[in-house]
Each structure stands twice: as structure tokens, then as C-alpha cells.
């Protein structure tokens, strides 16, 4: 008799557990606007809330399902660690107006952003009355465009294509960093082992600037000669890597000139290693 007791009293607190979920999972009272980003799951756990991770300099795009009735307005307001931002809009709000079915949002986020709680909060009522509430978290990372300045970038790879994919890196350049800095210019620190060797001719060239194209698939990096500044190269990479971690660019270098037996398209894959400034 007391197991059978233990056991209803078993399924009741069971039930009682599972009522309770149901009502959190529908929480009838607390209608949510729906938002979306196609070929994304960003819906989180809880009624009205999403979240998504984005990258920095890049333009996110949000899209909101709007009442069939009708809006009577739509504002959304910007936290920062639950703080409102007003930087953004007017005093941190921002009142849209949107028509028909659907309103898209759109926000590029910055470095401030990153390592921050950063969040949206859509407010909409509709013609009928009704008002719906849905929070959106970004979670911001640097993005590899803009990580390129915060990292030193050590040498670490020199592959000649044309010729078996030779490693073609000396050794006097495996110390060598690149930096390329904010504002687009380029600085190299060749290490100990410079000036000497292989490596005699260190700094003989002068680099004067970087640039990444908008698309991310070319890297151009022009220098001139020590000697001669009129002597200015400009060299066009094709980008096969960017990530926060590693660099690949890769080359076509005429070396005809020093022997009849190489091309005038030799190809050459450079790849530099991220290191903490």
C-alpha cells in the first residue's frame, strides 16, 4: 500500500513538473514579434527571445513578421550590458515605420561592441491593440578584416606550387613578423636572425602600405626600393585563407629572368600565423 502511494504521489509531482513547462513553453499571455534570418536558427530558449552570432564590420540583417491587422508603431531599443545605449538612434530607441507583412532590420556592429552584452528589444503595437515584444542578443566577434591590425603575423610557410609544393621559406625568415597596421601601412620586425646569409639583404626593400579589396578575395601590398624610392612594386595576392588565426595569399612571380627553364607565372602560397601583439 505505501508503494502505491509513493507511486501516484510520484505521477502527481511529475505532472505538476510538465504543467509547468507547458506553461513556460507557451506562455499564452506574452505574445512574441517573430524574427528570423534566413538559412539561420537564431530562436532561443524562452518565448520572444533570440540570439545570434555576428561578426564586426559586418551588416546584420534581421527580419521581422509583422501583425496582418496592421502596426500602429514599432520602436527598438539598444542595450549594453542591459543598459540602453543612447548612441544609438535617438536616445538609444529607434522608431521605425514599417509597412506590410514584414520589416527588416539591419545594424553593422563596431569594435565597441565586442566582449559586450549587446541587445535589441522590438516593441510593437498592433492596430488591434495588441502589443508583441521580442529580444534580440548579438554576440559580437572580431571579425579576420579587423583582427588583421591587432595581431603581429609570424612567417611561417613559403610554398613554391610549380615545383612540388617546395618549401621555400628560409630559415633566417622563420622570426619574421608583419604587422599591418591600422591606417594601411606595414611594418616588419625580421628578428635576430637578419641581416646575414639568406637573409643579407633584410630590409632593403621598404613596405609602405596594405590593403584588403571589399570582397576579401585580393591583398595588395606595395614597397620601393631603399636605394631607389622611385622603384615602387606594387604585389596583388589572391586571398586563399583569412581567418582570425591565419593568413594565406597567394602569388604569381615571374622568374624567368633567372633561369629559361622557370615560367613567368610561377606560383607561390605565403602563410602567416596570428601571434598576440
Known amino acids: 500500500m505505501k508503494h502505491y502511494k509513493i507511486f501516484i504521489y510520484g505521477l502527481l509531482f511529475t505532472a505538476s513538473i510538465i504543467a509547468c513547462d507547458d506553461s513556460y513553453e507557451s506562455n499564452a499571455g506574452d505574445p512574441a514579434l517573430m524574427l528570423t534570418v534566413p538559412g539561420k536558427m537564431i530562436k532561443s530558449a524562452g518565448y520572444g527571445q533570440?540570439?545570434?552570432?555576428?561578426?564586426?564590420?559586418?551588416?546584420?540583417?534581421?527580419?521581422?513578421?509583422?501583425?496582418?491587422g496592421g502596426l500602429k508603431s514599432l520602436v527598438i531599443t539598444k542595450t549594453v550590458n542591459l543598459a540602453v545605449d543612447t548612441d544609438y538612434g535617438a536616445?538609444?530607441?529607434?522608431?521605425a515605420s514599417p509597412?506590410?507583412?514584414?520589416?527588416?532590420f539591419s545594424y553593422v556592429?563596431?569594435?565597441?561592441?565586442?566582449?559586450?552584452?549587446?541587445?535589441?528589444?522590438?516593441?510593437?503595437?498592433?492596430?488591434?491593440?495588441?502589443?508583441?515584444?521580442?529580444?534580440?542578443?548579438?554576440?559580437?566577434?572580431?571579425?579576420?578584416?579587423d583582427n588583421l591590425p591587432k595581431r603581429k603575423w609570424l612567417f611561417v610557410s613559403k610554398l613554391w606550387v610549380d615545383q612540388d609544393n617546395l618549401q621555400d621559406i628560409r630559415a633566417c625568415e622563420t622570426d619574421n613578423y608583419w604587422y599591418f597596421?591600422?591606417?594601411?601601412?606595414?611594418?616588419?620586425?625580421?628578428?635576430?636572425?637578419?641581416?646575414?646569409?639568406?637573409?643579407?639583404?633584410?630590409?632593403?626593400?621598404?613596405?609602405?602600405?596594405?590593403?584588403?579589396?571589399?570582397?576579401?578575395?585580393?591583398?595588395?601590398?606595395?614597397y620601393h626600393a631603399l636605394f631607389n624610392p622611385s622603384q615602387i612594386t606594387t604585389d596583388v595576392y589572391k586571398v586563399k585563407t583569412l581567418s582570425v588565426e591565419k593568413l594565406e595569399?597567394?602569388?604569381?612571380?615571374?622568374?624567368?629572368w633567372l633561369d629559361p627553364t622557370l615560367s613567368t607565372e610561377e606560383t607561390f602560397i605565403y602563410e602567416y600565423k596570428a601571434v598576440v601583439k
Open 91 to 95: 536616445n538609444g530607441v529607434f522608431t
Open 249 to 256: 595569399l597567394e602569388i604569381d612571380i615571374d622568374l624567368s
Open 109 to 145: 556592429p563596431g569594435e565597441t561592441d565586442l566582449d559586450q552584452l549587446v541587445g535589441f528589444t522590438f516593441h510593437a503595437e498592433a492596430n488591434d491593440g495588441t502589443v508583441l515584444t521580442s529580444d534580440l542578443t548579438l554576440v559580437v566577434t572580431l571579425s579576420p578584416r
Open 181 to 222: 597596421n591600422e591606417g594601411g601601412t606595414v611594418t616588419i620586425d625580421y628578428g635576430a636572425n637578419t641581416a646575414a646569409g639568406d637573409c643579407a639583404f633584410d630590409g632593403f626593400n621598404v613596405y609602405d602600405s596594405w590593403e584588403l579589396s571589399e570582397d576579401e578575395k585580393t591583398f595588395t601590398i606595395v
Open 99 to 104: 509597412s506590410g507583412t514584414e520589416y527588416t
Open 50 to 68: 533570440y540570439r545570434m552570432n555576428v561578426l564586426t564590420g559586418e551588416e546584420t540583417k534581421v527580419t521581422a513578421t509583422l501583425p496582418e
